[in-house]
Every structure is written in structure tokens, then in C-alpha cells.
Nanobody, 117 residues
Framework: QVQLVEFGGGLVQAGGSLRLSCAAS????????LGWYRQAPGHQRELVAV???????NYADSVKGRFTISGDVAKNTVDLQMNSLKPEDTAVYYC???????????WGQGTQVTVSS
């Protein structure tokens, strides 16, 4: 089992910045990828950004150039720096760990990000 704890989130005005952090514990030696997903009311959960054990990253088109994922899968931490936030970025943000050759999924409890216009 892998446990994920998220930090950060909150309320910010449009154009502002927030930083999210996630720490993994438990059976972390099999983690292949850490990432951030989000879910807005009435919408499906969607990928925001991920980083794999080789350091490669992938971003949703909607956040490219504004968000930066950083961290180290081997050290079980991942951060998401969010700049130039927009009201449409408002959502619950979840940390996700994929492990055991991507056959297992673990999710954090989620943290609310609200961007006011």
C-alpha cells in the first residue's frame, strides 16, 4: 500500500500562484510515476501533470507554460507550481501514484484550489 498526503491549495485571485506538494509513504519502492489530477464540479477527473521515475514529464495542454511539476519519484515527493491561475483552474486537485509497472493506482484525499475572478 502507498499513502499519499497533499499539502497546499486554497483561495487565490486570478493571475496568482499556488504550490501543491504531495508526499508518499508506505510501499514506495515500486512507484513508477507521481502526478496531479483535478476534478471540477460536473466534470470528470483529468490529468494535470505527471512525472515518471526517469524524470520525464507530461502536461495537459490547458496548463502548459503556467504549471510546473517537479519532484523525485525515488524520494517520494512531487510538487506542482501553479502560476497565472485562471478561474477555470478551480477544482479539487488529487495526487496520484502509479506503481508495480503501472498496475496499481493510489490517490490522495484531494485539496481544493479556488481561483476567483
Amino acid at each position: 500500500q502507498v499513502q499519499l498526503v497533499e499539502f497546499g491549495g486554497g483561495l487565490v485571485q486570478a493571475g496568482g500562484s499556488l504550490r501543491l506538494s504531495c508526499a508518499a509513504s508506505g510501499r514506495t519502492f515500486n512507484i513508477n510515476e507521481l502526478g496531479w489530477y483535478r476534478q471540477a464540479p460536473g466534470h470528470q477527473r483529468e490529468l494535470v501533470a505527471v512525472i515518471n521515475s526517469g524524470g520525464s514529464t507530461n502536461y495537459a495542454d490547458s496548463v502548459k507554460g503556467r504549471f510546473t511539476i517537479s519532484g523525485d519519484v525515488a524520494k517520494n515527493t512531487v510538487d506542482l507550481q501553479m502560476n497565472s491561475l485562471k478561474p477555470e483552474d478551480t477544482a479539487v486537485y488529487y495526487c496520484r501514484a502509479r506503481a508495480q509497472a503501472y498496475t496499481y493506482d493510489y490517490w490522495g484525499q484531494g485539496t481544493q484550489v479556488t481561483v476567483s475572478s
